[in-house]
């Protein structure tokens, strides 16, 4: 049984002659502790997807699954909740609150959700261990580098222990060495505690390490393996 799926996904823009069709279509689906990649040109809808998968956006028809449960039905609140509970995201920019410390900041989706500090501060703490910033636990975020930032956003979306990733180009604003380390982090913990992670990106070769690879073409998603 797929963990998580998407059927029939559509997405278009406008009105009458004025209509653009970004998704056309899309089905995919995600066994637990699977790695897939999305590629494509930019522009081509990848992040349109990703935000659709992860019902930060509605499509304008088809349906998406959680462990066979219909997504799509359910209230604003109800995705909200749903997104907290079972989806980490990472996107190309951090999007880390600047006047927190890299350990606040990997606090804030359980504090969201009503736990304690108390009870968020050992599991951020070992986070930010496993992606090697365990000496900057309370820097600022102004006081960490491009890479730095970026781990500690791998940190914050693992911290509820999501059964889903989802990654837009999280090497994407970052130099090769920097972009390769959070790549391996974050390679290395999705197969460490089975978490389904898509993500897009305009890096090819990263995308072929994963378990499944996807090309999004003029709004169809074509199976490259």
């Known amino acids: 049984m797929a963990l998580f799926s998407a059927q029939n996904v559509t997405k ?24 897939t990649g999305v590629i494509g040109a930019s522009g081509s809808g990848k992040t349109t997807l990703l935000q659709i998968l992860g019902t930060l956006d509605l499509p304008s028809g088809g349906e998406i699954f ?3 449960q219909p997504l799509l039905a359910k209230s604003s609140k109800e995705l909200a909740k749903f997104r907290n509970a079972a989806i980490g995201f990472i996107f190309q920019f951090h999007h880390l609150l600047p006047d927190f410390t890299a350990l606040e900041n990997v606090m804030i989706p359980g504090l969201i959700a009503g736990k304690s500090r108390l009870e968020m501060t050992d599991p951020a703490r070992d986070l930010l261990e496993q992606v090697e910033l365990g000496h900057r636990t309370h820097h600022k975020v102004l006081e960490l ?33 920097a972009g390769n380390l959070v790549f391996e982090l974050l390679h290395n913990l999705c197969r ?10 305009h890096n090819t070769l990263l995308a ?10 003029d709004g169809v998603l074509e199976n490259n393996r």
Not at 147 to 176: I, K, W
């Open 66 to 68: 959680y462990r066979d």
């Open 145 to 177: 580098s491009g890479g730095e930032q970026q781990r500690a956003a791998l940190a914050r979306a693992l911290v509820m222990q999501p059964d889903l990733l989802f990654a837009d180009e999280p090497t994407g604003n970052l130099d090769s060495r």
């Open 208 to 217: 072929e390490r994963m378990d499944h690879c996807f090309t999004l073409r």
């Open 12 to 35: 278009t823009y406008g009105l009458g002659e004025n209509t653009v069709t970004v998704l056309k279509g899309i089905s995919l689906a995600v066994e637990p502790g699977e790695m």
């Open 192 to 201: 460490k505690r089975k978490l389904s992670t898509i993500m897009v990106t």
